[in-house]
């Protein structure tokens, strides 16, 4: 008789031992027989039938009886956790949290991925400030081999970010490093896969991870969403890309209708998707509800967030200005008089007690009695150092070098000057600065003809620029524009000195084009003239400074190479691993300015001279001017004239301004990061075959091109990734850009801007002599001051531009310096960490050199009597306003 299955244990038993013993040669271990194979086994031989087990069923017996001869060894997890703003994570219930190991390592017998080995964690081991720790026990075979990842599962309600995790294995402990956000079951039932602390290039990722790794990329990438599905959900972590098309908010108010910034018409680098619904008014913008998605990841930390920077700053921004605005008896004046200007930090505006605006500018709002608190500016460093510097000439010279925005001055290197510009439309291109008024202003140092061959004339252009500008912002309310160009002269002891100011206005189809050249005076009106000539140019500079070398350059153009690296690079390459610190925060940032910094009606647009226009002028500059192979230090200088190629100079380039104190500083830092770099891409990548063999590597760079900056995918100056020496190029100018870059012209804002009329951010009225009525000139020549304060921003604009600069200026509590403490895949490596701690050397060693030069004198450009100290490249600072301090990333 024979039966279809064994029907007792104890035939189970000796059917176990009897096929046990097929399976002592691994051959049979590797080859097992086909599925559906019938076997005829005799339990016992006295037994009258017979038994028959499918090859699965033995299979499933045969795995029993191997995991049962496998050693295991107790393996203990300690997972740590940070407490989640709004509620704290202090207990996991039990189950609520699985913890899976996945083996890097495949099974020799079957040439199969190891199974995983779980455990649920749970008993809090410490609760200390912020963390907590959680338990886990693993039943790991003692041949489990090298762990490589581990995978999660959220039971909880809420979401829960995991630090890190350490394991006690037998050879030591392990750390995986994970530091994220893991959202419940309920809202994404898959698991989440966290890679070890090793870096692997793709074709050398161990067997049993390249699955992990291809499955993790494709849930980055977003294809595991349904197509069409919406608005994206914090949890989902999808990167991809989307035009600017959710600046403006057409269904709130027409007037705050803008374009589409992005494509052929208005160029422009991608921002990330959020999957907003149209607008109803007009479908090619997105809604403005809510929160501006980004992946969950890319958020503040707990303490970043909690703190008055980042997100909670601008978010707090909106509700500060009503209410600062209601103090103003007339928010749209200007001030009376400069002492009303200086009040701002020696007495303050009083505003009422339950304002509520202490909590979210704790720094500014002073407590000063029980019915009313009061706002008091902190006196910036520029007016506690010299309060008159502003006005002077040398000053102003000198900021163009050291100051806020050290990236505009560039070498006169053609002459006469003259516009691009076609001059039936703007007038005659031909600039009035003549050599004769060169010489004038020079006072014969030298002839015209020997400052320029000998390189000793500057200039900060914005004619071109602006000129098509003109007449559309002086349409707007309370608002004046001119093109300029300001000239400098360099002097024998490496200073600038201001030479002329040309303010131009265009022609239109009811008047001529009006310009002037104006230069230092010497009688009353003279001065006052050029007074307010540089104060127009300034505010050209102010304007350009914001939008341009700071959020254009910076935030703007990091964003596509955050995207597409997460997209295409996994979580375990090295360059990710490099790349990542430099990457934290910004497209955070980015969406929190796209709500209040650069939408319509908001800060930029109410506050800078652009006025609405001011994204369509950012695109028009990423179009002309801007090109990834001048982003790095050395290249920007050269293309600006302010610095020629020399293999005999210290960093490669000779200056041609030797005390230029932006670029003296950041060679010094560019050279660290690039030592840094080239020793971490030639570990992993021995020989330039390696680069090209990289699919991940040539992904991500093939998606920035042609997708994040596909605007400008044809352009011929786009490197190729062939070479070490290229990546290693790529990779320090975007962690430079990320970096020192960013540094440079942030954290001067509120130490340069604060004091607002030494950089007024707009321009109200135009100049006294351009077709003056008898009212204005008569105002001019009896009260001159009074029309410089007209000319400067309204106590509304001006008050919100130094709560803004103040806030913005700031470092946070948890701010990540570069070369501060390295991150765990370098300290992983040996060789990796050692490169690193050279860098970590040459970055402190900078900060000796350059407390050494502020205070030598004969470096004007950085000392002297009541001149600013040039510390804004000094790689550590302090939290707060310190006006040093180089992050990694652009986080705020």
Sequence with gaps: MFCKEASSSLQTLNIAKSVSSQFTKPSALINPLPAGHRYKVCPRPNLRGRCTVTASKLSDLKDKILKEKVKKIKVTGIITTKEIIGGLVRTFLQRSLLVELISAETDPRTLMEKDPVEDYAGNVLFDGVGEDQFKCEFDMPEDFGEVGAIRVVNHERQEIFLKEMKLELPDGPVTFTINSWVAPKSEDPTKRTFFSNKSYLPLKTPEPLKKLRKEELETLQGKNREKGAGEFEKFERVYDYDVYNDVGDPDKDPELARPVIGGLTHPYPRRCKTGRRPCRKDPSSETRKGEFYVPRDEEFTTIKGATFTGKAVLAALPAVFPQIEAALVDPHMPFPHFKSIEDLFEEGMKLPKDAGLFPMIPRLVKAAAEVDDVL?????????????????????????????????????????????????????????????????????????????????????????????????????????????????????????????????????????????????????????????????????????????????????????????????????????????????????????????????????????????????????????????????????????????????????????????????????????????????????????????????????????????????????????????????????????????????????????????????????????????????????????????????????????????????????????????????????????????????????????????????????????????????????????????????????
């Design 376 to 892: 008091q500016f902190e006196a910036p460093i520029l007016l506690d150092k010299d309060r008159f510097s502003w006005i002077r000439d040398d000053e102003f010279a000198r900021q163009t070098l050291a100051g806020l925005n050290p990236y505009c001055i560039q070498l006169v290197q053609e002459w006469p000057l003259k516009s691009n510009l076609d001059p039936a439309v703007y007038g005659d291109p031909n600039s009035l600065i003549t050599s004769e008024i060169v010489e004038r202003e020079i006072k014969g140092v030298m002839s015209f003809d020997e400052a320029l061959e000998n390189k000793r004339l500057f200039m900060l252009d914005y004619h071109d620029l602006l000129l098509p500008y003109v007449n559309k912002v002086r349409e707007l309310d309370d608002s004046n524009l001119y093109a300029s160009r300001a000239l400098f002269f360099l002097s024998d002891n490496s200073t600038l000195r201001p030479v002329a100011i040309e303010l131009t206005r265009p022609q239109d189809v009811n008047r001529p084009q009006w310009r002037q050249v104006f230069t230092p005076g010497y009688d009353a009106t003279s001065c006052w003239l050029w007074s307010l000539a540089k104060t127009h140019a300034i505010s050209h500079d102010a304007g350009y400074h914001q939008l341009i070398s700071h959020w254009l350059r910076t935030h703007c153009c990091m964003e596509p190479y955050i995207i597409a690296a997460n997209r295409q690079l996994s979580a375990m390459h090295p360059i990710y691993r490099l790349l990542h610190p430099h990457f934290r925060y910004t497209m955070e940032i980015n969406a929190r300015a796209r709500q209040s910094l650069i939408n319509a009606g908001g800060i930029i647009e109410s506050c800078f001279w652009p006025g609405k226009y001011s994204l369509e002028l950012s695109s028009d500059v990423y179009d002309k001017l801007w090109r990834f192979d001048t982003e790095g230090l050395p290249a920007d200088l050269i293309s600006r004239g302010l610095a020629v190629e020399d293999e005999t100079a210290e960093h490669g380039v000779r200056l041609t301004i030797p005390d230029y104190p932006f670029a003296n500083d950041g060679l010094m830092l560019w050279d660290a990061l690039k030592e840094w770099i080239t020793d971490y891409v030639k570990h992993y990548y021995p020989d330039a075959e390696q680069v090209m063999l990289d699919e991940e590597l040539q992904g991500w760079w093939s998606e920035v091109r042609n997708i994040g900056h596909g605007d400008k995918k044809n352009e011929p100056w786009w490197p190729d990734l062939k070479t070490q020496d290229d990546l290693i190029e790529v990779v320090t100018t975007i962690a430079w850009v990320a970096s020192g870059h960013h540094a440079a012209v942030n954290f001067g804002q509120y130490g340069y801007g604060g004091y607002f009329p030494n950089r007024p951010t707009t321009t109200r009225i135009k100049m006294p002599v351009e077709e003056p009525t008898e009212e204005e000139l008569r105002e001019f020549f009896e009260e001159p001051e009074k029309t410089m304060l007209k000319t400067f921003p309204s106590k509304k604009q001006a008050t919100k531009v130094m709560v803004t600069l103040d806030l913005l200026s700031s470092h946070s509590p948890d701010e990540e310096y570069l070369g501060e403490n390295p991150e765990a895949s370098w300290a992983h490596e040996p060789v990796i960490y050692a490169a690193y701690e050279r860098f970590k050397g040459k970055l402190q060693y900078l900060e000796g050199v350059i407390d050494e030069r502020n205070v030598n004198v004969s470096l004007k450009n950085r000392a002297g009597a009541g001149v600013v100290k040039y510390e804004l490249l000094k790689p550590i600072s302090e939290p707060g306003v310190t006006g040093m301090g180089v992050p990694y990333s652009v986080s705020i």
